[in-house]
């Protein structure tokens, strides 16, 4: 199956700029979307097919695709952006065909 | 509105069954794929599988096949997730989600399941 690697956490200051990676194998050539599940809630998708915002997401929330790394990145950070981030994607080739990266952790200092 | 609610947390025993669900409304039901996902006590999200209501085509992630049965009633718009026989191991949240595309737009706000002796 297709693997999605993230890094396991992300440290930024208020106002700062985060960036939050996942790589994958030729991830540039696929369609990522980025889901933020704060604390004891349900996930809720920031960012589909690579960088496309859903209505009611901050502008501060923007993706990128290239070559083997997604990236999501989020400026002007908040205390509130505080969560963790899983990137996700959809494989014809590999089983489960939907495949979700292990997730990142952002902690706003 | 699109809204997907689910049924609430339950606590049982090894060895019991469970079926869970997750109703939706506000939008054609019936055209799009309802997901479940798993999540572990502090751990990330887990893809267990899908089901179309239109037809009840479902497709099961390797590590859950065998494991649980994913079924629909599109006549009340309601997918299920069920066990047979619960272990410890099941203890997770379960969340379900409309697929659209090849992404997960909404999601229901969770069912806690907690399988302890």
């Known amino acids: 199956s297709y693997v999605l690697t993230q890094p396991p956490s992300v440290s930024v200051a208020p106002g700062q700029t985060a960036s939050i990676t996942c790589g994958g194998n030729?991830?540039?050539?696929?369609?990522v979307h980025w889901y933020q599940q704060k604390p004891g809630q349900a996930p809720v998708l920031v960012v589909s097919?690579?960088?496309d915002r859903p209505s009611g997401i901050p502008e501060r929330f923007s993706g990128s695709n290239s070559g083997n790394t997604a990236t999501l990145t989020i400026s002007r950070v908040e205390a509130g952006d505080e969560a963790d981030f899983y990137c996700q994607l959809w494989d014809s080739n590999s089983d489960p065909r939907w495949v979700f990266g292990g997730g990142t952790k952002l902690t706003v200092l | 509105e699109v809204q997907l609610v689910q049924s609430g947390a339950e606590m049982k025993k090894p060895g019991e069954s469970l079926k869970i669900s997750c109703k939706g409304s506000?939008?054609?039901?019936?055209?799009?794929?309802i997901g479940w996902v798993r999540q572990m006590p502090g751990k990330g999200l887990e893809w267990m599988g899908i089901i179309y209501p239109g037809d009840s085509d479902t497709r099961y992630s390797p590590s859950f096949q065998g494991q649980v049965t994913i079924s629909v009633d599109k006549s009340i718009s309601t997918a299920y997730l069920q066990w047979s026989s619960l272990k410890a191991s099941d203890t997770a949240m379960y969340y379900c989600a409309r697929n659209r595309d090849s992404y997960l737009d909404y999601w229901g706000q969770g069912t806690l399941v907690t399988v302890s002796s």
């Open positions: 506000g939008y054609n039901y019936p055209i799009y794929w």
């Open positions: 030729n991830i540039g050539r696929k369609s």
């Open positions: 097919d690579n960088s």
